[in-house]
T-cell receptor, first 115, second 116 residues
Framework: GNSVTQMEGPVTLSEEAFLTINCTYTATGYPSLFWYVQYPGEGLQLLLK?????DKGSNKGFEATYRKETTSFHLEKGSVQVSDSAVYFCALSDRKGGSNYKLTFGKGTLLTVNP | ETGVTQTPRHLVMGMTNKKSLKCEQH?????MYWYKQSAKKPLELMFVYNFKEQTENNSVPSRFSPECPNSSHLFLHLHTLQPEDSALYLCASSQEGLAVGTDTQYFGPGTRLTVL
Protein backbone atom coordinates (compact mmCIF):
# COMPACT_ATOMS: atom_id res chain seq x y z
CA GLY A 1 0.00 0.00 0.00
CA ASN A 2 0.89 3.68 -0.07
CA SER A 3 2.93 5.26 2.68
CA VAL A 4 4.61 8.56 3.50
CA THR A 5 7.64 8.94 5.74
CA GLN A 6 8.75 12.35 6.91
CA MET A 7 11.51 13.35 9.23
CA GLU A 8 10.60 13.27 12.86
CA GLY A 9 10.70 16.47 14.77
CA PRO A 10 10.66 18.59 16.53
CA VAL A 11 12.78 20.92 14.42
CA THR A 12 13.93 24.12 16.11
CA LEU A 13 15.52 26.90 14.08
CA SER A 14 16.48 30.51 14.52
CA GLU A 15 14.79 33.15 12.42
CA GLU A 16 16.25 33.47 8.89
CA ALA A 17 17.72 29.95 9.01
CA PHE A 18 17.36 27.54 6.09
CA LEU A 19 14.70 24.88 6.45
CA THR A 20 14.54 21.38 5.03
CA ILE A 21 11.93 18.81 6.03
CA ASN A 22 12.49 15.48 4.33
CA CYS A 23 9.65 13.44 2.91
CA THR A 24 9.77 10.16 1.01
CA TYR A 25 6.90 8.10 -0.25
CA THR A 26 5.90 4.67 -1.45
CA ALA A 27 3.09 4.39 -3.97
CA THR A 28 1.93 1.88 -6.54
CA GLY A 29 0.53 4.45 -8.98
CA TYR A 30 1.38 7.99 -10.00
CA PRO A 31 0.32 10.08 -7.02
CA SER A 32 0.12 13.79 -6.54
CA LEU A 33 2.19 15.07 -3.65
CA PHE A 34 1.25 17.72 -1.11
CA TRP A 35 2.51 19.68 1.85
CA TYR A 36 -0.09 20.81 4.35
CA VAL A 37 0.56 23.10 7.30
CA GLN A 38 -1.28 23.19 10.60
CA TYR A 39 -0.89 26.26 12.78
CA PRO A 40 -1.62 25.92 16.51
CA GLY A 41 -5.33 25.39 17.17
CA GLU A 42 -6.19 25.31 13.46
CA GLY A 43 -7.04 22.81 10.75
CA LEU A 44 -4.82 21.82 7.84
CA GLN A 45 -4.04 24.35 5.14
CA LEU A 46 -2.76 23.36 1.74
CA LEU A 47 0.74 24.82 1.42
CA LEU A 48 1.81 23.50 -1.99
CA LYS A 49 1.38 20.60 -4.35
CA UNK A 50 2.94 18.87 -7.35
CA UNK A 51 1.12 16.54 -9.69
CA UNK A 52 3.86 14.88 -11.71
CA UNK A 53 7.55 14.11 -11.73
CA UNK A 54 9.91 17.12 -11.78
CA ASP A 55 7.09 19.53 -10.94
CA LYS A 56 8.00 22.14 -8.35
CA GLY A 57 5.33 23.37 -5.98
CA SER A 58 5.88 26.72 -4.31
CA ASN A 59 4.02 29.07 -2.00
CA LYS A 60 4.93 31.70 0.63
CA GLY A 61 8.65 31.09 0.06
CA PHE A 62 8.34 27.33 0.52
CA GLU A 63 9.30 24.96 -2.29
CA ALA A 64 9.24 21.23 -2.93
CA THR A 65 10.17 19.27 -6.07
CA TYR A 66 8.56 15.96 -7.03
CA ARG A 67 11.50 13.57 -7.46
CA LYS A 68 10.31 10.28 -8.88
CA GLU A 69 13.78 8.73 -9.06
CA THR A 70 14.29 9.17 -5.31
CA THR A 71 10.56 9.05 -4.41
CA SER A 72 10.97 12.25 -2.45
CA PHE A 73 9.23 15.59 -1.96
CA HIS A 74 11.39 17.54 0.47
CA LEU A 75 10.12 20.88 1.76
CA GLU A 76 12.54 23.82 1.77
CA LYS A 77 12.52 27.48 2.67
CA GLY A 78 15.49 29.75 2.44
CA SER A 79 14.74 31.99 5.40
CA VAL A 80 12.18 30.99 8.03
CA GLN A 81 10.19 33.38 10.17
CA VAL A 82 8.67 33.02 13.61
CA SER A 83 5.26 32.92 11.94
CA ASP A 84 6.27 29.68 10.15
CA SER A 85 6.12 27.80 13.45
CA ALA A 86 3.59 25.02 12.84
CA VAL A 87 3.23 21.32 12.11
CA TYR A 88 3.98 20.35 8.52
CA PHE A 89 2.42 17.27 6.91
CA CYS A 90 3.59 15.58 3.74
CA ALA A 91 0.89 13.66 1.89
CA LEU A 92 0.19 11.81 -1.31
CA SER A 93 -3.07 11.41 -3.18
CA ASP A 94 -3.91 8.32 -5.14
CA ARG A 95 -6.95 6.36 -6.11
CA LYS A 96 -7.80 2.82 -7.05
CA GLY A 97 -10.47 1.96 -9.54
CA GLY A 98 -13.48 4.22 -9.38
CA SER A 99 -13.04 5.27 -5.78
CA ASN A 100 -12.32 8.77 -4.52
CA TYR A 101 -8.78 10.02 -4.30
CA LYS A 102 -7.40 9.23 -0.86
CA LEU A 103 -4.78 11.17 1.04
CA THR A 104 -2.04 9.27 2.84
CA PHE A 105 -0.35 11.49 5.40
CA GLY A 106 3.00 11.43 7.11
CA LYS A 107 3.05 11.80 10.88
CA GLY A 108 3.84 15.48 10.79
CA THR A 109 6.91 17.53 11.72
CA LEU A 110 6.69 20.23 14.36
CA LEU A 111 8.73 23.30 13.43
CA THR A 112 9.53 25.95 16.00
CA VAL A 113 11.25 29.13 14.87
CA ASN A 114 12.83 31.30 17.57
CA PRO A 115 13.43 35.04 17.16
CA GLU B 1 -18.17 32.57 4.29
CA THR B 2 -15.46 31.03 2.18
CA GLY B 3 -13.75 27.66 2.07
CA VAL B 4 -14.75 25.00 4.55
CA THR B 5 -16.35 25.96 7.85
CA GLN B 6 -16.96 23.82 10.91
CA THR B 7 -19.10 24.38 13.99
CA PRO B 8 -18.70 24.31 16.86
CA ARG B 9 -14.96 24.94 17.14
CA HIS B 10 -14.88 23.46 20.64
CA LEU B 11 -17.20 20.93 22.26
CA VAL B 12 -17.17 19.32 25.68
CA MET B 13 -19.61 16.49 26.25
CA GLY B 14 -20.33 13.74 28.72
CA MET B 15 -20.39 10.10 27.72
CA THR B 16 -24.20 9.98 27.79
CA ASN B 17 -24.73 13.12 25.71
CA LYS B 18 -25.78 13.36 22.08
CA LYS B 19 -24.25 16.10 19.99
CA SER B 20 -23.59 16.88 16.35
CA LEU B 21 -20.70 18.41 14.46
CA LYS B 22 -21.46 20.45 11.37
CA CYS B 23 -19.36 21.08 8.28
CA GLU B 24 -20.21 23.32 5.35
CA GLN B 25 -18.17 23.82 2.20
CA HIS B 26 -18.54 26.92 0.01
CA UNK B 27 -16.31 25.66 -2.80
CA UNK B 28 -18.88 23.92 -5.01
CA UNK B 29 -17.25 20.56 -4.37
CA UNK B 30 -18.98 17.20 -4.67
CA UNK B 31 -17.07 15.11 -2.13
CA MET B 32 -16.71 15.54 1.64
CA TYR B 33 -14.67 13.76 4.27
CA TRP B 34 -14.41 13.34 8.04
CA TYR B 35 -11.00 12.84 9.63
CA LYS B 36 -9.95 12.26 13.23
CA GLN B 37 -6.71 13.74 14.52
CA SER B 38 -5.57 12.39 17.87
CA ALA B 39 -2.46 13.42 19.73
CA LYS B 40 0.63 11.64 18.48
CA LYS B 41 -1.28 9.60 15.88
CA PRO B 42 -1.51 10.06 12.11
CA LEU B 43 -4.66 11.55 10.66
CA GLU B 44 -7.35 8.89 10.35
CA LEU B 45 -9.88 9.00 7.54
CA MET B 46 -13.30 8.16 8.96
CA PHE B 47 -15.92 8.65 6.25
CA VAL B 48 -16.12 9.68 2.60
CA TYR B 49 -19.18 11.04 0.82
CA ASN B 50 -19.40 11.46 -2.92
CA PHE B 51 -22.44 13.25 -4.34
CA LYS B 52 -24.18 12.76 -0.96
CA GLU B 53 -23.60 9.00 -1.01
CA GLN B 54 -21.33 7.39 1.55
CA THR B 55 -18.54 5.65 -0.32
CA GLU B 56 -16.27 4.76 2.55
CA ASN B 57 -16.51 3.91 6.23
CA ASN B 58 -13.14 3.05 7.70
CA SER B 59 -14.39 0.68 10.39
CA VAL B 60 -15.64 3.57 12.49
CA PRO B 61 -17.63 2.62 15.63
CA SER B 62 -21.37 3.08 15.34
CA ARG B 63 -21.36 5.75 18.06
CA PHE B 64 -20.24 8.03 15.20
CA SER B 65 -23.02 8.51 12.65
CA PRO B 66 -22.42 10.68 9.58
CA GLU B 67 -25.08 12.44 7.56
CA CYS B 68 -24.74 14.24 4.23
CA PRO B 69 -28.03 15.88 3.21
CA ASN B 70 -26.47 17.62 0.19
CA SER B 71 -23.06 18.17 -1.36
CA SER B 72 -22.42 21.28 0.72
CA HIS B 73 -23.22 20.00 4.20
CA LEU B 74 -21.85 17.17 6.29
CA PHE B 75 -22.73 16.25 9.84
CA LEU B 76 -21.22 13.89 12.37
CA HIS B 77 -23.71 12.78 15.00
CA LEU B 78 -22.16 11.67 18.27
CA HIS B 79 -23.70 9.53 21.01
CA THR B 80 -22.38 7.58 23.98
CA LEU B 81 -18.79 8.51 23.23
CA GLN B 82 -15.77 7.39 25.21
CA PRO B 83 -12.97 9.55 26.62
CA GLU B 84 -10.60 8.09 24.00
CA ASP B 85 -12.78 9.72 21.32
CA SER B 86 -11.46 13.10 22.43
CA ALA B 87 -9.66 14.53 19.40
CA LEU B 88 -9.72 17.18 16.70
CA TYR B 89 -12.31 16.27 14.07
CA LEU B 90 -11.54 17.69 10.67
CA CYS B 91 -13.82 18.02 7.69
CA ALA B 92 -12.52 18.31 4.15
CA SER B 93 -13.95 18.64 0.66
CA SER B 94 -12.76 18.08 -2.89
CA GLN B 95 -14.03 18.15 -6.43
CA GLU B 96 -13.90 14.53 -7.51
CA GLY B 97 -13.36 13.90 -11.18
CA LEU B 98 -10.80 13.03 -13.81
CA ALA B 99 -9.35 16.48 -14.44
CA VAL B 100 -6.06 17.69 -13.00
CA GLY B 101 -6.50 19.16 -9.55
CA THR B 102 -9.42 17.00 -8.55
CA ASP B 103 -7.24 15.17 -6.04
CA THR B 104 -6.82 18.18 -3.75
CA GLN B 105 -8.68 18.24 -0.44
CA TYR B 106 -9.41 21.46 1.42
CA PHE B 107 -9.81 21.30 5.16
CA GLY B 108 -11.90 23.14 7.70
CA PRO B 109 -10.52 24.46 11.00
CA GLY B 110 -11.74 21.44 12.95
CA THR B 111 -13.82 20.85 16.05
CA ARG B 112 -11.86 20.15 19.23
CA LEU B 113 -13.92 17.53 21.06
CA THR B 114 -13.42 16.62 24.70
CA VAL B 115 -15.36 13.69 26.14
CA LEU B 116 -15.55 13.64 29.92
Amino acid sequence: GNSVTQMEGPVTLSEEAFLTINCTYTATGYPSLFWYVQYPGEGLQLLLKATKADDKGSNKGFEATYRKETTSFHLEKGSVQVSDSAVYFCALSDRKGGSNYKLTFGKGTLLTVNP
Amino acid sequence: ETGVTQTPRHLVMGMTNKKSLKCEQHLGHNAMYWYKQSAKKPLELMFVYNFKEQTENNSVPSRFSPECPNSSHLFLHLHTLQPEDSALYLCASSQEGLAVGTDTQYFGPGTRLTVL
